[in-house]
Structure formats: C-alpha cells, structure tokens
C-alpha cells in the first residue's frame, strides 16, 4: 500500500535510496532501497512486514507520513479543549488586549516565556497589553493593569488549560473573538501581534535544555539589534554588558521594530571573562570588551537572510589558518568546545560563532563555507574539508552508513527548506569525510591528530 507523505514532507532520492524530509520542521529519515520501493507500494515480503512497519511508525511519529489506516479516526483529544477554551463563556469580555498564558513550573518552555515578559515588561505596559500567567501559584499580570475582579473571573475561566500542553494562551480582544495558540513559538508571536508588530520580523528561537539556567534569572537589559528589517534580542547582565550589547545595536540601523521581542542573545561578564549565549548554549567567550562586541556584532550580522546560492545549517563551523579548511560540527557539541577555546586556537583552529554555518558551492562544486558577518571586507569563504559527528549508538555497517550520515547533515539544514536546497546540499556534501567519535574524541583529533583514533 502505497505511503502518503505529510503535506510538508518531501522524498528527496540520493544514493540508490531517499531521504524523506520535513520541509518546515527539523526531521528527517534515511529511506532504504527497499523500503523505498516497499512505499511506492511494492509487496513487503512477510520476513520483513515487522522491520517496515516500525519505519512507518517512526515516520509517522516525526510527522513526515500519514498512514491510510489514519485517514477517518477522530481529532486529537485536545481539539474540544481549543474549542472549549475559544469559545469559553460568553461573558468574558476584555476592554483592552489581554493574552492568557498557561504556564506550568516544570516547564522549560514557560520559564524561558517568563524570562522574556520581564524582559519586555515596560513595553507592554506601554502598549497597554495585559499577560495574565495562570497554571503556577497565583496568577501574575504583565504589562497593562487588570482589575482584582477581572484577574479572577479570567483565572477561573482558564483555570484547568493543561489539556492544552504548556506553554498555551489565549487572546482576548475588545470586541472581537477569542483565539487560542499553542507552543512557545506561537505564543511568542501572539505577544508580537499584542503589542503591535509582525512575528516574521522578530526572531524567535525555541529555548534549549540549556536555556533554562542561562535565562531563568533576571536582566539588566534588553536591547534590539536590526538584521536586515529583523528584531533580534539581546539581553545583558551587568553596567559593562550593558553597555557592550547597547554598542552592538546602535551600528544595526534604524530600529523599525519596538515591540515584544524574546531573548535570543546574552552577554554578561562573570569576573574577568565575557561571556555570549545564545539559546542559553554559550557560543563565544574573550577577556575583551571589543571582541565581545565584533562577536556580538557578527551573530547579529549572520541572522540576515543567505545569498541566492547559499543554504543555512544548524550545526557550528571550525576554521584553520585563515581560510585554510573548515570543518563542520553538531551545535549541540559548541559550549564544550568554546570552553576550550585555548586548546583549539594553539592548535591553529577558530570556532565561528555566527548563528549558522552558510554552504556555498565553489568553483568545482565542493562547498564553502561563507563567512557573511565579518566586521570588515568582502565575506571570507573556505573550503570545507570535512564533518565532525556523533558516533551511531547502533552499528550500521556496509554502504548504508554513509546514506545514514548523509540524513543526518542533511537534517541540519535550517527550514523552511525547498527540495531543491536539499538535493543541493547532498551534492555539495556527499563526497565529505565524516569523523566519527564524542566530543572529546574531537577536541583530541582537532588538537593531537596523529594520537587520536576515529
């Protein structure tokens, strides 16, 4: 029976297989010859049924198919509860803007939204919007001021909206419908629209585990930088950071955006060091006020939109020399290795930490990787030479573990993506080296190549 694919899901058909890629979110899977064709609908021999069936599984519960026997079940139990909540009592009624937010305390996601309301605090105010937080011990208000009576009709009203997930709010309007969102992404642009802006010009990051500890307590500052028309957030901690990030906005532009917008980068300086993050993952540390700020400076820079020939990876770059070889990383490998920064850079290496690592195609087809945020000059653009990967927990031996490893640098391209990002990519990357190991058997590689085994 033939596989339907999910409306954003696409099969991109590399290396005598495919890779079946979601083309708005991260995911991604490498598709067997076989089980390409068994998707096409060619019979599945009866030794094989169980093996395929748990692909279709795995596809399904990543978004990327729709099984037939799906089609005709009923909605996902948490539709009634949306229509409970946007529809919920008539009498409700709001005389200005007021969104209300369903936070939980166990919640990553909720803690990382509360970082940012205070960070946006006197501009709700100022906009004459309400946030009114509920799920976690009193109720908290935000912004504009709401009335004793108001904060416990709306508290009861949305006393039980779990049912939702966290974080999930719902938007009261003077005069109009209620309109219920979910997620921390859809949330952060109801704030947007609140105090009157458009979410595509703000960037919004969803929050990281590491987050949680970088951002969970307050700021001194929040200040906007501009790339290319978008808000971008920098928040600071400490006289010194604050003056550092207020620096490295004033040379954006013109500050078209002055609305809610999230935390996305912050600098502080704990003792003698200065510190960037981003996402709560730390990306760049120095013992200089200027180099902080070129840094700051060039990540802000690398939120600008690619070239026409460029393609975005979420994974971080390492450069030898200057513009000697490039190689490729998983982000979630980059706090660990700006941590020891020191080893690398006597080792001749530099870690960019440029928001996204830019493909490009050479003269011969091979990739580079384009430096588009330097503080001064044409971009700097070199070669890449090879990836640095996570060993797989599951032997894959034969041809297959490259078509595996493919999938997976392949996932790491930013979305919304087209197929013909992809296939490009593929080609640009197919022929890479991929060095298997942790992360410390890269530092080791990186700094002592002939002692380290891959």
């Known amino acids: 029976m033939t596989v339907q694919l999910s409306p954003d899901a696409r099969l991109v058909e590399v290396d005598g297989g495919a890779i079946l890629l979601h083309c708005v979110v991260p995911a991604a899977a490498w598709v067997s010859p076989a089980a390409l064709n068994w998707a096409r609908g060619v019979p599945v021999p009866p030794e094989h049924a169980a093996d395929y069936a748990r692909c279709l599984e795995s596809w399904r519960s990543a978004g990327l198919v729709r099984g037939p026997h799906l089609q005709g079940e009923p909605a996902p139990a948490e539709e009634p509860a949306e229509r409970e909540w946007a529809g919920h009592p008539a009498g409700v009624s709001a005389s200005h803007p007021v969104l209300v937010v369903a936070s939980s305390p166990d919640c990553g996601y909720c803690r990382q939204l509360q970082t940012d309301l205070a960070a946006n605090r006197q501009t709700l105010t100022h906009r004459g919007a309400s946030v009114l937080v509920v799920g976690e011990g009193s109720p908290t208000v935000w912004g504009a001021a709401l009335e004793p009576a108001q904060v416990e009709e709306l508290t009861v009203t949305y006393a039980n909206p779990g049912r939702l997930g966290t974080p999930s709010a719902v938007r009261l309007s003077p005069g109009g419908a209620h309109r219920v969102v979910r997620g921390f992404e859809a949330v952060t642009a109801a704030l947007v629209e609140l105090c009157g802006s458009q979410p595509g010009r703000v960037v919004c990051e969803v929050p990281t585990s590491c987050s949680v500890g970088v951002n969970g307590t307050p700021v001194d500052a929040l200040v906007i930088a501009q ?165 797989p927990t599951v032997p894959m031996p034969g041809r297959p573990i490259r078509a595996r490893l493919l999938t997976q640098i392949v996932n790491w391209v930013v979305r919304p993506v087209s197929p013909e990002h992809v296939r490009a990519v593929c080609a640009s990357v197919a022929d890479l080296p991929v060095h298997l190991g942790t992360q410390e058997e890269a530092l080791a590689f990186l700094t002592h190549p002939p002692a380290a085994a891959w």
């Not at 700051?296 to 026409?308: D, K």
């Open 227 to 391: 790339a290319d028309g978008r808000a971008v957030g920098i928040a600071a901690r400490g006289e010194g950071a604050v003056r550092v990030a207020t620096l490295a906005a004033s040379g954006t532009g013109t500050n078209a955006v002055r609305g809610y917008v999230p935390v996305t980068l912050l600098v502080e300086r704990p003792r003698n060091l200065w510190l960037v993050f981003r996402g709560g993952e730390l990306v760049a540390r120095s013992r200089s006020a200027n180099e902080t700020l070129d840094t700051l400076r060039r990540i802000v820079a690398g939120f600008e939109p690619p070239g026409a020939q460029q393609v975005r990876l979420m994974c971080g770059a390492l450069v030898q020399g200057e513009g000697g070889r490039a190689l490729l990383f998983p982000r979630n490998w980059m706090s660990y290795l700006v941590e020891r920064n020191s080893s690398l850079a006597r080792a001749g290496w530099r870690l960019c930490p440029d928001p996204f690592a830019r493909l490009e195609p050479g003269p011969d087809g091979a990739p580079l990787l384009s430096h588009p945020s330097r503080a001064s000059g044409s971009p700097q653009r070199t070669p890449v030479v090879g990836v640095l990967a996570p060993r």
